[in-house]
């Protein structure tokens, strides 16, 4: 009877350890989808929208400055800059919007779908040659450009820091929580936008797995966490707009490899 109970005991301890090793074991996905949803969350209306003018003043500026280089004719900085406050408004960041992911082997089709609406524009991204293509769709008609490198967000002065003791089940995916602070690396092309920025200091929040490889994410385009994590949720704080987060949250997940 003793004997007959110690088999039982092993046979159950062997499934559970069994059943914990497939749960925990990564993988890179290649087949099913992933869709985030996104919000913009104004935490703070009137921080927000002063920080809003202070920016559209600054980048009024920039295009002074800019237009000044190729004409003399009087510039009106009052109407410039009453359009450009009438046209980025909190209402501006009001439109939330789904990202999907489809894996068809090394391919990825991105999708963007706003008010449940899919854009007749999506871009085709190729794993092993980690480029990408923007297709159009019109009727019968498919445009693509020709690919170009996939791009990530470049930084500096970033700092990662891990709390594996927070943890949070997302669709199944035990996650822990990761924090990043960085400055954008912006090109020489994008100066304006260090100018309207201040180059500040950004900062995110991500909830990640460590189950799902990839370096390729319908949100996140930071390559040191792609490298280390799969962020299941991710809320993001940017200078350019204080008093605003954006949360982006996982809606549905089907991936295999």
């Excluded at 993988?27 to 949803?37: A, C, K, L, Q, W």
């Excluded at 800019?66 to 510039?75: C, N, W, Y």
């Amino acid at each position: 009877m003793a004997s007959r109970l110690t088999n039982i005991f092993f046979i159950a301890f062997f499934l559970t350890s069994f059943s914990t090793f497939a749960q925990q074991k990564s993988f890179t996905p290649t087949r099913g989808e992933i869709v985030f949803s996104s919000s913009a969350i104004i935490l703070d209306t009137a921080y927000f929208t002063n920080s809003l003018k202070e920016n559209n003043k600054r980048l009024i500026k920039h295009l002074i400055k800019e237009l000044a280089i190729d004409t003399s004719e009087k510039i009106d900085t009052i109407n410039l800059l009453s359009l450009v406050n009438g046209n980025i408004t909190p209402k501006s960041f009001s439109e939330n919007s789904d990202f999907r992911f489809l894996y068809k082997d090394a391919i990825i089709e991105s999708h963007k779908i706003l008010n449940n609406k899919r854009s007749n524009s999506f871009s085709i991204i190729d794993t092993k040659h980690t480029n990408y293509s923007d297709v159009t769709v019109l009727g019968d008609d498919t445009n693509a450009v020709d690919p170009i490198d996939f791009r990530y967000l470049k930084m500096k002065d970033k700092n990662i820091r891990e709390f594996r003791n927070e943890k949070r089940l997302i669709n199944g995916y035990e996650c822990f929580k990761v924090t990043f602070n960085y400055k954008v690396a912006f090109s020489e092309d994008e100066g304006f936008l260090a100018m309207i920025s201040n180059n500040e200091q950004c900062s995110a929040t991500y909830w990640v797995t460590e189950k799902i490889k990839s370096l390729f994410h319908p949100i996140s385009k930071e390559k040191e966490i792609l490298e280390k994590y799969y962020p299941l949720e991710i809320t993001y704080e940017n200078p350019l707009h204080k008093g605003l987060i954006l949360q982006y949250k996982l809606k549905s997940i089907n991936l295999s490899d």
